[in-house]
């Protein structure tokens, strides 16, 4: 319990060494294939999560994009061996070549935190009532390195530090804290062991829109500083825009579409993604006209009774007889990938979804 | 908090004031005379009301009240009509003997429960242990304790003869002090001492499980688990956070306890203030009644000033006003 001050030799020493080991970890890769997650309901099986296949290059971030319900949170459970053990997942995750699917938790032990840690969605609950934060950092650090307790949690006061947190807080309780610095206590604790690949799960979802911007602002120069490489799950592409270099969008447990996010961005090839983007605002630019907000009709479909075709076609604009009965495949056209059966009329589309009469004019649910 | 702690004490001075009160007039309309327990054949009416003027019986029952009252103060129980001796002198003893069952009773009851109940609540859902182990502990809870007891007697005295079956010391064994630490008193122990576990244990077992079971959901338990941190650490976090309500239950259920040890000296005749307790009544021996209740009146009062201090220490978040 030494003030951060009145460090001893001693434990700067071994502080310095521990630093020095958990910087030296690479960033890890991250490849997942045909990754699927369902639950087995007495309605029958719940297919939250369908052949999803994306890749996160060390020392990249990826965007997961989609609404609530698509499936991204889950997609992150999995990852983290974090499902009910019930559940049943398919396909592989390799990190740095092995596969972390269907672990056991003490196969996990190893792997969690060290090469692969979690900010979670809702910081609010994620931290336990009554132990002191510093204690609870510290709990991570001691399970994966030997170190003593004075070193672990003079390594939680520099996590504090990198999170704009003062290390006497480090003794304090979470519900001593405001919802914001409970955030950042969570990215300090995701942060202690320097792990190779960070899965932010909605990290600023419960905050106000001031604190979600310092709370980005403060992971994005994490980011540049640690050079690690994230999955960034979150339901909002301004946030991926300023963030990721590769974005995945997903709708109702299928990726819709994916690559690099300034191709995504400038060119969506499916007309769900083109919905998304208008659904947010944006700065007018001078000398053109506004941009309406146009909201996407229509709820996601019920993933215990698929339908046979497209999932989005009962809410796209754009959808033929092909899409309501044949699943398209994903269509690769330049580095980016999108599962439509039109992608190749994608421009025309562009056009017709930026006015907002194309959505507004559908029949909801044919 | 020291305010807190001081307003606290006043209240439970309050308490056991009131208790004593209601006791004192309870014995008094009591249609009874305490003088017929002594059976002295040919007691003449002189004698009888010298007896009852020694004993404090003769004025109105206002006086005696402030009498008693005054005596309480000073730290003075009377003296007890049956024995004719001072109270005190009778219930040392009699205490020391009861806390020797009841407080590891209690605490190996409860730490026994919590324990088992983590591991049934941390256990697979509809999995055999959590099955057997709630299944287990319903029956338990549902017997009475002189069953309990009854069955331990039955099964390991009588049976097996493993163990005495009544009393804390066989015949010319060491007496005084000193008996509390031979072989003989704690071979007497065991099965009293079992039976308390055993009365108390189920209660602890079922709400240690449903707190765990309610808190292993929790999002800051997923996040304990993310860490990487052994299974068993991540159970203690679920654990760590079931022992709030459980506390909460436990220090007044100790009241309910106690009279349930009552019934387990009664059953294994273990000398112990529960068992004279019930005979200074059907005696009519109100000095000695009287202290015994004061006393339970007085644990129990501070049962619940423990579990209120205690939880401050275990829950962070309380704040004492």
Known sequence: MAPARTRSPALARDLARLDERLSAKPAAHLKVNGLSIGYSTLRGRFHAVEDVSFEVRAGTNLGLVGESGCGKSTVVKALMGLLPEFTGISGEALLDGQNILGLSDAQLEPIRWNRISLITQSAMNSLDPVYCIGDQICEAILAHEKVGKAVAWARAEEMFALVGLPAERLYEFPHQFSGGMRQRAVIAMALALNAGMLLADEPTTALDPIMQSQIMSRIRGIHEHMRRSMILVTHDIAVVAETCEAVVVMYAGKVAESGPTADVLERPLHPYTMGLQNAFPRLPVRGQPRQPLISIPGTVPNLLLPPSGCRFASRCPFATDLCRTTAPQLHTVGAQSAACHYTERADEFRAAAARPETWRNMRVGA | ?321
């Open chain 2, 1 to 321: 908090m020291r305010a807190y702690i001081l307003r606290r004490l006043a209240q439970s001075v309050l308490v056991v004031w009131a208790v004593t009160t209601i006791m004192f007039f309870m014995f008094r309309v009591m249609p009874a005379d305490p003088t017929a327990i002594l059976l002295e054949r040919g007691l003449t009416d002189e004698a009888r009301q010298a007896l009852l003027e020694q004993w404090g019986l003769t004025g109105s029952m206002w006086d005696q009240y402030l009498a008693y009252l005054g005596n309480l103060i000073q730290g003075d129980f009377g003296s007890s009509f049956f024995y004719r001796k001072p109270v005190w002198e009778v219930l040392w003893p009699l205490i020391v003997n009861t806390l020797w069952i009841a407080i590891p009773g209690l605490l190996l009851g409860a730490a026994i429960g919590a324990a088992i109940g983590t591991a049934v609540g941390w256990a697979r859902r509809g999995g055999k242990l959590e099955r057997s182990g709630i299944f287990l502990a319903t029956v338990i809870r549902g017997v009475p304790n002189f069953v309990i007891g009854i069955a331990l007697l039955t099964i390991f005295s009588s049976t097996l003869g493993w163990f005495p079956g009544f009393g804390m010391g066989d015949p010319g064994a060491t007496t005084g002090f000193a008996r509390y630490f031979t072989l003989d008193f704690l071979h007497h122990l065991a099965l009293p001492l079992i039976a308390v576990i055993i009365y108390f244990m189920p209660e602890n077992l079922l709400l240690m499980r449903s707190g765990v079971v309610e808190n292993r959901t929790e999002d800051y338990i997923e996040l304990v688990r993310a860490k990487g941190v052994p299974q068993r650490r991540v159970a203690w976090h679920a654990a760590r956070n079931s022992m709030l309500p459980l506390i909460t239950w436990l220090f007044p259920a100790l009241a309910e306890t106690i009279a349930g040890i009552v019934v387990i000296e009664i059953v294994f005749s273990w000398p112990g203030v529960g068992r004279e307790l019930v005979l200074a009544v059907t005696r009519q021996d109100y000095p000695l009644a009287q202290a015994a209740f004061f006393l339970l009146a007085v644990m129990i009062v501070l049962a619940n000033l423990a579990a209120d201090l205690v939880y401050g220490k275990l829950d962070p978040r309380v704040v004492y006003k």
